[in-house]
C-alpha cells in the first residue's frame, strides 16, 4: 500500500523559512513526478510546486515562485520544499502526491498532511 507522509510544517514568523519533506513509502517512485499541494481553511485544495523524476526540471504556482524551492533524493524516495520569504498567506495545510500531465495529482487519497502557519 504506497503512503506519502509529510512533515516539517509548524509555526512561523512572517519572513521565516521551513523545509517540508515528503517521504513515500510502499513502492519508488523514481520515474514519477512528485507535487506540493496545499489547503487553506475554507478554500480548495491548490497546486505549489512540481518537479521531473530526475529533479532537472522544475514548476511552481506563480504565489510561490522565488520563494519555494522543490527538490528530491530518489535513494530516499523523498521529495522537499523549502520555503522562504514567508508570508501568512501561505498558512495552510501542505500536501504531496504523485502528479501526472498538467500537474494533476494521481491520487485521489491524500496523506494527513503537514500544518504551516504564518503569523504576520
Known amino acids: 500500500q504506497v503512503q506519502l507522509v509529510e512533515s516539517g510544517g509548524g509555526l512561523v514568523q512572517a519572513g521565516g523559512s521551513l523545509r517540508l519533506s515528503c517521504a513515500a513509502s510502499?513502492?519508488?517512485?523514481?520515474?514519477?513526478?512528485r507535487g506540493w499541494f496545499r489547503q487553506a481553511p475554507g478554500k480548495e485544495r491548490e497546486f505549489v510546486a512540481a518537479?521531473?523524476?530526475?529533479?532537472?526540471?522544475?514548476y511552481y504556482a506563480d504565489s510561490v515562485k522565488g520563494r519555494f524551492t522543490i527538490s528530491r533524493d530518489n535513494a530516499k524516495n523523498t521529495v522537499y520544499l523549502r520555503m522562504n520569504s514567508l508570508k501568512p498567506e501561505d498558512t495552510a495545510v501542505y500536501y504531496c502526491?504523485?502528479?501526472?500531465?498538467?500537474?494533476?495529482?494521481?491520487?485521489?487519497?491524500w496523506g494527513q498532511g503537514t500544518q504551516v502557519t504564518v503569523s504576520s
Open positions: 510502499g513502492r519508488t517512485f523514481g520515474s514519477y513526478a
Open positions: 518537479i521531473n523524476w530526475s529533479g532537472e526540471s522544475t
Open positions: 502526491n504523485v502528479v501526472v500531465t498538467g500537474n494533476v495529482p494521481l491520487f485521489d487519497s
